[in-house]
């Protein structure tokens, strides 16, 4: 067997006597411990990153956006026999530096390209976007079942918890831009089906959803938001329960869907323009939209390490500069409302002690010294988005007793008019 081999969990019998031990192991670590404070006073670390890890270890990160699927297919062509993850990959990410980062969780971005002279004027190009998408589920299926005694795939905010309570990391699915969807809400059903937790509404192109913000400026509007069918799709992820991105998207897209989404939405990996005037950054207005105050709505702000969104000198971004928008970020929105979206694997330089994903604490340690509490700490690290998708799922539960499938289709296409009598058998 290569090294690579799976690292399958070694058995139920050997969990079950782990399990008998642990039973036992129970009441006398209690016992010590409870001798250790009265002994030794409270043995928490008082340096900020002893306490960063200390707290992490209770509370981990659940990272909105991670690009390993897209950097494994480009690498790798998605074959993961050709690569070890528990070894020192070249990229930002491998399970090392991962158990190094205290991280519990991450989306898994299953992400195709968009140009758009693939897509065409009217977006009716055929192209490869579903099947690209389908691959990039299986490729991080692949991984999760490969590496199986550390990645566990799950599909909800408490299947999430019991995973990082069992010691595994809790891995979700994200699509990047609904230009993966075909024009069609029965793919996106079925995207739900196999896992797909969050849809970003566009990636950097205008589709037949809504409008791209582009990088640093953005494409000329199509829709001037969301189109008609960007309205549907809206309503359908939240009667399915899959979170609305918002990183991405233009800001008229992002006003709208706030204001037409029923459920709490995301942005899985943003900056804030207040730093660097992109459009790809979220302006001030967007970022005031979202909270729990009268006409605001729910959601979580995932915040992009990477330097050229953070500042127009990226070689100045450092740890403190990640702080900086985290900071701006909840100066706006509240504690409640941000998190943590590296955006690794998917991107192309980083910032100055934040290299890779051994390295939350630092972040966490640079918080800790500026004043956050271990509860603003959890909030940010991982609650806030699990509030976010678990308030995602309640919505959904009480839409799908009133609502069945919608039959919405995208108005320019011609194939699905019905009517039988179009072509001979
Ligand atoms: C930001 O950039 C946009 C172009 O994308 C421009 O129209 C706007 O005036 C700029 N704002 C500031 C404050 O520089
Ligand atoms: C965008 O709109 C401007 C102004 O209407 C126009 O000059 C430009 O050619 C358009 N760009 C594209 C790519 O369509
Ligand atoms: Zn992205």
């Known amino acids: 067997?290569?090294?690579?081999?799976?690292?399958?969990?070694?058995?139920?019998?050997?969990?079950?006597?782990?399990?008998?031990?642990?039973?036992?192991?129970?009441?006398?670590?209690?016992?010590?411990?409870?001798?250790?404070?009265?002994?030794?006073?409270?043995?928490?670390?008082?340096?900020?990153?002893?306490?960063?890890?200390?707290?992490?270890?209770?509370?981990?990160?659940?990272?909105?956006?991670?690009?390993?699927?897209?950097?494994?297919?480009?690498?790798?062509?998605?074959?993961?026999?050709?690569?070890?993850?528990?070894?020192?990959?070249?990229?930002?990410?491998?399970?090392?530096?991962?158990?190094?980062?205290?991280?519990?969780?991450?989306?898994?971005?299953?992400?195709?390209?968009?140009?758009?002279?693939?897509?065409?004027p009217d977006f009716l190009n055929p192209s490869h976007h579903v099947r690209d998408t389908l691959e990039q589920i299986d490729l991080a299926r692949n991984l999760m079942d490969r590496y199986s005694g550390t990645f566990e795939f799950v599909t909800t905010a408490q299947g999430a918890r019991d995973a990082m309570a069992r010691g595994r990391i809790a891995s979700f699915m994200g699509i990047e831009g609904a230009h993966q969807l075909g024009n069609s809400l029965g793919v996106l059903r079925q995207y739900y089906r196999l896992g797909v937790r969050y849809a970003t509404l566009t990636h950097s192109c205008n589709n037949a959803f809504a409008d791209s913000g582009g990088y640093d400026k953005p494409p000329n509007a199509t829709w001037g938001g969301l189109s008609p069918f960007g309205f549907e799709l809206v309503k359908e992820m939240n009667r399915l329960g899959m979170l609305i991105d918002l990183s991405h998207v233009s800001d008229n897209t992002a006003r709208q869907a706030i204001k037409a989404s029923k459920a709490p939405i995301m942005l899985s990996h943003s900056a804030a323009r207040h730093f660097n005037n992109f459009s790809r950054n979220v302006p001030d207005d967007v970022l005031e939209m979202i909270g729990r105050g009268k006409g605001q709505t729910d959601g979580v702000v995932m915040v992009n390490f990477f330097p050229s969104f953070a500042s127009p000198d990226p070689d100045s971004v450092g740890v403190a500069a990640i702080a900086d928008q985290i900071d701006y970020i909840v100066s706006k929105t509240g504690h409640h409302h941000v998190g943590i979206g590296s955006d690794f694997d998917g991107i192309d330089r980083v910032p100055k002690g934040l290299e890779d994903m051994s390295k939350y604490p630092y972040l966490i340690a640079e918080l800790i010294r500026r004043g956050w509490t271990r509860y603003?700490?959890?909030?940010?690290?991982?609650?806030?988005?699990?509030?976010?998708?678990?308030?995602?799922?309640?919505?959904?539960?009480?839409?799908?007793?009133?609502?069945?499938?919608?039959?919405?289709?995208?108005?320019?296409?011609?194939?699905?008019?019905?009517?039988?009598?179009?072509?001979?058998?």
């Not at 079950?16 to 409870?34: D, K, S």
């Not at 390993?68 to 993961?80: K, Q």
């Not at 700490?377 to 799908?400: P, S």
Request: proline share 6%; with cysteine; charged share 25%.
């Open 376 to 425: 603003q700490v959890a909030q940010l690290a991982g609650g806030n988005i699990l509030r976010v998708l678990e308030g995602a799922e309640g919505v959904a539960a009480r839409l799908k007793r009133v609502k069945g499938p919608s039959m919405a289709k995208y108005d320019k296409r011609r194939d699905l008019d019905g009517g039988w009598g179009g072509f001979e058998l």
């Open 1 to 120: 067997m290569p090294e690579n081999a799976p690292l399958l969990p070694s058995g139920l019998s050997e969990r079950r006597r782990a399990r008998g031990y642990i039973t036992l192991l129970v009441p006398v670590v209690l016992v010590l411990a409870t001798l250790g404070v009265l002994i030794f006073g409270k043995r928490e670390p008082t340096d900020p990153l002893g306490l960063a890890q200390s707290w992490l270890d209770h509370t981990p990160v659940v990272d909105g956006h991670i690009d390993l699927p897209i950097y494994v297919r480009e690498m790798y062509g998605n074959d993961v026999t050709k690569f070890d993850l528990g070894k020192k990959m070249s990229g930002h990410v491998d399970i090392p530096r991962m158990r190094a980062g205290r991280l519990g969780g991450f989306f898994w971005s299953v992400y195709t390209d968009c140009h758009e002279e693939i897509d065409g």
